[in-house]
């Protein structure tokens, strides 16, 4: 059964700090990762997408992929109280699986 | 609004009630999914549907839920006989058609099922 693990928090990190958050998955035949941001209440809202090894920098996030070690990460930068909310990591292996998503991870940034 | 509409936004049912929800992909997507998120939980996914046809209901539970995506009109995701395990909050998303990548999929609202 393919797996997507996150640590589910909360991370709490001060305002402006960097927060890190973490994501590990078991389909090795995974090719496509995303991260979406949900506040409570609310929908998924896609933040970023990365498809190749490395780093893939957009504004303040930096999504970092590792296919050998089966993980990726999302990098916030310059944290904002805004950006409180879970963050949820998801994976596909081809255009026509569905999406598997981890169970989020809950960032809370104190002002 | 261009983006993914579902309704009704919330929906309240008794027990052994019929639940319909509702959902129009973003214009010029033709894939619809249903995920469903359990209170504290992550989003599970449950049907992949293109049009008039069922890709993927691996994570449809074997009874009483059912969807379909025809030809007119929007996505339906009907739940029969209604418990209260079946409490959550149920998206909907769609995606354009397919690369050779795992497309990009863009969620709506939600709909919030709370069963009394």
């Known amino acids: 059964q393919k797996e997507v693990e996150q640590n589910s928090g909360p991370l709490s990190v001060p305002e402006g700090a960097i927060a890190s958050l973490n994501c590990t998955y078991s389909d090795r035949g995974s090719q496509s990762f995303f991260w979406y941001r949900q506040y409570s209440g609310k929908s998924p809202e896609l933040i970023m997408s990365i498809y190749s090894n490395g780093d893939k920098e957009d504004g303040r996030f930096t999504a970092q992929l590792n296919k050998a070690s089966q993980y990726v990460s999302l990098l916030i930068r310059d944290s904002q109280p805004s950006d409180s909310a879970t963050y949820l990591c998801a994976v596909t292996s081809s255009g026509n699986t569905p999406l598997v998503f981890g169970k989020g991870t809950r960032l809370s940034v104190i002002a | 609004n261009a983006g993914v509409m579902q309704n009704p936004r919330h929906l309240v049912r008794r027990r052994g009630q019929e639940a319909r929800l509702r959902c129009s992909p973003m214009?010029?997507?033709?894939?619809v999914y249903w995920y469903r998120q359990l209170p504290e939980e992550g989003l599970k996914f449950m049907v992949y549907l293109q049009k008039e046809n069922i890709i993927d209901e691996s994570g449809m539970p074997k009874e009483r839920f059912s969807a379909e995506f025809p030809k007119e009109g929007p996505s339906i995701l009907r739940i029969q006989q209604v418990v209260r395990g079946d409490s959550a909050a149920y998206f909907c998303?769609?995606?354009?058609?397919?690369?050779?990548?795992?497309?990009?999929?863009?969620f709506g609202e939600g709909s919030w099922l709370t069963v009394v």
């Open positions: 214009k010029g997507h033709s894939h």
């Open positions: 998303a769609s995606s354009p058609t397919t690369s050779g990548f795992g497309n990009t999929i863009y």
